[in-house]
């Protein structure tokens, strides 16, 4: 079956610091592969995403590569703030373009100090 | 912005008894889900709906859990009798066809069973 594994948290970094959220993942076909956040109390929001190999998807300053080889699609920012700290989600959707339900890892906690 | 709205926020039951939640999607998403979120944990699927029927519910505890989008709109999650492990979040998403099933969140109803 389909499986999503990320790093541990949590993750304490200073504000400017580089951050690396690793995510690697297993699928049976050509997934889709998705880095949602979620700040306190709230829902997912889609931060990025990726459809094809070697697609690099990006906002807000973070970025993601879809490696096949790797399987991987590990989370970048080059230099975070405060307002980044929140729970970091990867997920996968192994539905070729459909809509089945998402695979989500257990979830990385981001915490930046000041 | 259009968004997923869900409600209650929050809810306090005690076990063997009776709770819903209602979900209203994105306007024109055919798709809808239900996942529960434990805490520390990533999003699991429970359903998913295409319009009116239900795709896929093999993840729902049918014993007590049931689910229905009558109108192929709007959907209600019901629990009954609920139990102490049920403390979770309950997410509500929506995806529009062909859009590589990014999925997008409601806030969540954030279940307590004392």
């Known amino acids: 079956g389909n499986s999503v594994t990320q790093m541990e948290g949590p993750v304490t970094l200073s504000e400017e610091a580089f951050l690396t959220i690793n995510c690697t993942y297993t699928a049976t076909g050509y997934p889709s592969l998705f880095w949602y956040v979620q700040y306190p109390g709230e829902g997912l929001q889609l931060l990025l995403k990726?459809?094809?190999?070697?697609d690099k998807g990006s906002n807000k300053g973070f970025e993601a590569t879809y490696r096949k080889e790797t399987t991987s699609f590990h989370l970048e920012k080059g230099s975070v703030q405060v307002s980044d700290s929140a729970v970091y989600f990867c997920?996968?959707?192994?539905?070729?373009?459909?809509?089945?339900?998402?695979?989500f890892g257990k979830g990385t906690h981001l915490i930046i100090q000041p | 912005e259009a968004e997923v709205a869900q409600s209650p926020r929050y809810k306090i039951t005690e076990k063997s008894q009776a709770v819903a939640f209602w979900c209203d999607p994105i306007?024109?998403?055919?798709?809808l889900y239900w996942y529960r979120q434990i805490l520390g944990q990533g999003p699991e699927l429970l359903v998913q709906f295409q319009d009116e029927s239900v795709v896929d519910d093999s993840q729902l505890p049918k014993d007590r859990f049931s689910a229905e989008r009558l109108k192929g709109v709007d959907s209600t999650l019901k629990i009954q009798p609920a139990e102490l492990g049920d403390s979770a979040m309950y997410l509500c998403?929506?995806?529009?066809?062909?859009?590589?099933?990014?999925?997008?969140f409601g806030p969540g109803t954030r279940l307590t069973v004392l």
């Open positions: 998403a929506s995806t529009l066809r062909g859009t590589n099933n990014e999925q997008f």
């Open positions: 306007s024109g998403h055919a798709t």
């Open positions: 997920a996968l959707s192994d539905s070729g373009g459909g809509a089945d339900g998402l695979t």
């Open positions: 990726a459809t094809k190999a070697d």
